[in-house]
């Protein structure tokens, strides 16, 4: 709806300004007649309720794009934050339980690599005697060793599939999220463009200030329409984004969705 009005002001403000370019080709190339500034005086007054009504409405559509993108980013970091505490407990139980054990069994493991360094050493130095001594001090607690280091791998690599299957819990929300953030990456990119449209908006307005403190209504009219045409494109790109938040919206639904109950 908004469009179309604003079309129409857009349309009625360019035939005018054809309108006034002629009649002040008639008058000759010095100064525009009192005709053509008269054409265009009328313009600014309709362009004028328009650009009004069009401030508004974009006023109104940037009102309701910040306020569901408020709640999208919230809803964001409460997944993001949600993904970070899945099975965190009971990892953090089975690291504690592995590190326990490793420190259990950590004097017995260091005296047989010892050991087994020292009876290297003996060999190493021709000494048969030191060697036999430290063979069978080693060989003593090989056993020992031996079921310690199992005891080991077995809580290690409990721990490790408990962790895989975090990873893919976790995964399976990531996943979901993808469109969330493919989205984000157009409203940031359509920001951009809005940027670039507030810059010649902000021209035109100054041009237009500049033509009303001059008495120029045609050099206002012409401004006033720029300033609609930039209106139109700022709002429209907001209404792209609009529609790209509430696809969010849907997808955190999806997102959440996937975390564990």
């Known amino acids: 709806m908004f469009i179309q009005g604003l079309k129409r002001w857009v349309k009625v403000g360019v035939m005018t300004l054809l309108t006034v370019a002629f009649i002040g080709s008639t008058a000759g190339e010095g100064k525009a007649s009192a005709s053509a500034w008269d054409a265009a005086l009328r313009s600014v007054e309709g362009l004028y309720d328009g650009y009004e009504a069009a401030e508004l409405s974009l006023k109104v559509l940037k009102g309701e794009v910040s306020y569901i993108r408020k709640q999208n980013n919230e809803r964001l970091d409460q997944v993001n934050a949600a993904v970070k505490q899945i099975d965190k407990s009971k990892l953090n139980q089975l690291q504690t339980a592995y590190e326990k054990l490793k420190e259990k069994h950590d004097p017995l493991l260091k005296q047989y ?3 087994g360094k ?5 060999r190493k130095a021709k000494d048969s005697k030191g060697a036999l001594v430290y063979d069978l001090k080693r060989n003593q607690i090989k056993e ?3 079921a310690a280091r199992l005891e080991i791998k077995k809580k290690y690599d409990e721990l490790d599939a408990a962790k895989k299957q975090t990873a893919a ?3 399976l929300v990531k996943d979901a999220l993808q469109p969330v953030y493919a989205n984000k990456t157009r409203i ?3 920001n951009k463009t809005i940027a670039e ?11 237009y200030k500049s033509s009303v403190k001059l008495g120029d209504a045609i050099g206002a009219a012409i401004e006033l329409n720029r300033l609609l045409s930039e209106l139109k494109g700022m709002y429209q790109s907001h209404q792209h984004i609009y529609q790209w938040e509430k696809d969010i919206k849907q997808q955190l639904f999806l997102a959440e969705a996937k975390l564990p109950r």
């Open 169 to 171: 819990k976790a995964k």
């Open 188 to 190: 940031t990119a359509e």
């Open 144 to 146: 020992q060793a031996a």
């Open 197 to 207: 449209m507030n810059k010649r908006k902000s021209a035109a307005d100054q041009r």
């Open 118 to 122: 020292k009876a290297a050493a003996a």
């Open 113 to 115: 690599t010892e050991l």
